[in-house]
């Protein structure tokens, strides 16, 4: 295949899925409403506790990435769960299209409608409750970002690479799988506060590192000696596990029959 | 025409699929048990058979959705398996069941399967066009998926199908669910598809009738094994149907008929005397010499083959 044709294919899916996140009152839900709440949630909590201006930056960066993470990975998610949903499955995988393009396209449209929400929850952020995600400086912010990004990838291709295995009763992972990754990388709190053998899980997840990197720039001394080459390069093993999770569970659907049952 | 005689466009032998379902208890299904099917170039082969016979799962084979437990499948010279990726890129496929994304415009969904084989620009604007107005679909062109009736959703189906061009066409029930005139016209193009572009299809069906006006060839499956196969006038002689001669005679009713040699059955039927017979050639003259020595006006004479539908009610028993 071309670069012209894999590019065009990478397009086709971002092209589809901003259509579809266009037209579809659910998507502003998880654009808009739920972020929006999360952040005035915490940031309120924080006040009613009177926690200091640190502290309130340390869990907000928390919910600001939760919000990022998730918008991003549930549409890496729609790869496979649009299809799956409208039951045109078979169609998507009749054509000459890999898995690559079909996450790649979706995680673009991942990153900018992620992107947007953060943008939107920065402004709430500072409006609301004095909190600047620009004080760390544009590298560490852009670090945390892709940081972001990428954990949004990898869970998301997992997600999908569940529900080719198990079909529709799986599409819960979409919303669950992410949730507790959040939980266990230390979102509103340091990793040193979990128990022994559960922070061990935590610093086996890239994010724990990215957060970690960024919260450094608000007071809090960093738990990690390089933590951002160090989820780089977690990122990347998941990453290629995660892609080889899915092409296998496709090929075993095509075995199965589970791909034709998912399109009836 | 174009032709592509003596080419095989599908070559597949003893193909064998078990699906197997079920936790803590197997279930096993065998849907196809050492199928041979060879399709030429540019012909069009009809997949026949009762609900469950293991059509679609031969179909989703040659499409490359399903992979073959045992056999060899070569479509377009390519194996099914090891060159799938190859083979996509010139085959497609279109279902009577359609299902696309439902908040994509009839032209989004065409765009967007035709940027997935590598058109973009004016080809693609051309293509979308051309295949809108093929397939009748131009007052609908920016309407929904969601929105359209279930003959137009077929059509959407039909125009993804013949987005890349491709040489080698399956057609799961292509008409099923939609209007007589509206299949009659989803037939004609289909007919028009391989006389004029040569595109070799494979289609199910459960209209004989579709099978008959369409099929150069046809396979009877049932339980995973091709029963039968050849033309439909080949399948209806080597099921010994007979052939039917229908009379309108005066008066109606003559109930020594059926007792002439040759005479399999008679039945009446709006204003008809049926008679299946062994041989038409051989019984037409004896039938009329019998009937005329006693009398009886013979108003209309008419012979014809069984219809395909009693083959297929035959092969299914």
Request: proline share 4%; charged share 20%; with cysteine.
């Amino acid at each position: 295949m071309s670069w012209r044709n894999e590019l065009l294919a990478v397009w086709a899916v971002t092209l589809r899925n901003a259509l579809m996140g266009a037209r579809n009152v659910f998507f502003f839900f998880e654009l808009l409403f739920w972020p929006i709440v999360g952040v005035l949630s915490i940031g309120l909590m924080s006040r009613f506790l009177e926690l200091t201006e640190a502290q309130a930056s340390f869990v907000l960066v928390g919910t600001i990435a939760l919000s990022v993470v998730n918008v991003c990975q549930l549409e890496v998610a729609y790869a496979v769960l649009l299809d799956v949903w409208s039951k045109s499955l078979k169609h998507q995988f009749l054509a000459p299209i890999g898995i690559r393009h079909l996450t790649l396209g979706s995680w673009v449209v991942g990153m900018v409608r992620s992107l947007a929400v953060f943008v939107l929850l920065a402004a709430l952020g500072r409006w609301a409750f004095g909190f600047h995600v620009l004080q760390p400086g544009w590298f560490a912010l852009a670090m945390f970002l892709l940081g972001c990004f990428l954990t949004a990838w990898v869970v998301g291709v997992a997600v999908c690479a569940l529900i080719t295995l198990f079909g529709n009763r799986a599409e819960a992972f979409a919303w669950a799988t992410v949730n507790m990754v959040l939980v266990l990388a230390g979102i509103y709190y340091p990793i040193s506060v979990l128990p022994d053998s559960i922070a061990a899980i935590a610093r086996a997840i890239p994010l724990t590192y990215f957060l970690d990197a960024y919260r450094s720039h608000y007071g809090f001394a960093s738990e990690f000696r390089a933590p951002i080459a160090t989820g780089l390069a977690l990122s990347a093993l998941y990453a290629a596990l995660a892609h080889w999770a899915f092409l296998a569970a496709i090929h075993r659907a095509r075995r199965t029959g589970l791909l034709l049952k998912m399109s009836e | 025409m174009v032709s592509f005689l003596g080419m095989l466009a599908i070559d597949a032998r003893d193909v064998e699929k078990t699906f197997r379902s079920g936790w803590p208890r197997r279930r096993e299904t065998q849907a196809l048990r050492g199928v041979s099917l060879t399709v030429e170039r540019g012909a069009i082969v009809g997949v026949l058979g009762p609900n469950g016979a293991g059509k679609t799962t031969l179909l989703s084979i040659l499409a490359t959705l399903l992979t073959p437990d045992r056999g060899t499948v070569m479509v377009l010279g390519h194996d099914v398996v090891r060159e799938a990726g190859a083979l996509r890129r010139r085959l497609n496929m279109a279902s009577g069941r359609p299902s696309f994304l439902w908040s994509l415009r009839v032209a989004e969904i065409i765009a967007f399967y035709g940027r997935l084989y590598g058109l973009s620009g004016a080809a693609l604007r051309r293509r979308v066009d051309g295949l809108i107005e093929l397939c009748e679909l131009g007052p609908y062109r920016r309407v929904p998926y969601s929105d359209l009736s279930t003959g137009l959703k077929q059509r959407v189906a039909l125009a993804k199908s013949l987005v890349n061009d491709p040489e080698l066409l399956f057609l799961d029930e292509p008409t099923l669910g939609l209007d007589p005139d509206v299949s009659v016209r989803v037939r004609a193009h289909i007919a028009r598809l391989r006389r004029e572009q040569g595109i070799t299809i494979v289609l199910t069906t459960h209209y004989m009738r579709e099978a008959d006006e369409l099929c150069d060839e046809i396979a009877f499956i049932k339980g995973g094994r091709i029963l039968a196969r050849g033309t439909p006038g080949e399948l209806k002689r080597q099921i010994r149907l007979g052939e039917v001669i229908a009379l309108r005679l005066d008066p109606a009713r003559v109930p020594w008929l059926a007792e002439i040699p040759g005479v399999l059955r008679c039945v009446e039927l709006d204003g008809w005397v049926e008679c299946t017979v062994d041989e038409a050639e051989k019984r037409l003259p004896e039938l009329l010499r019998a009937l005329h020595a006693d009398g009886v006006v013979i108003r209309n004479v008419q012979v014809r083959e069984p219809e395909l539908e009693e083959v297929f009610v035959e092969l299914a028993k």
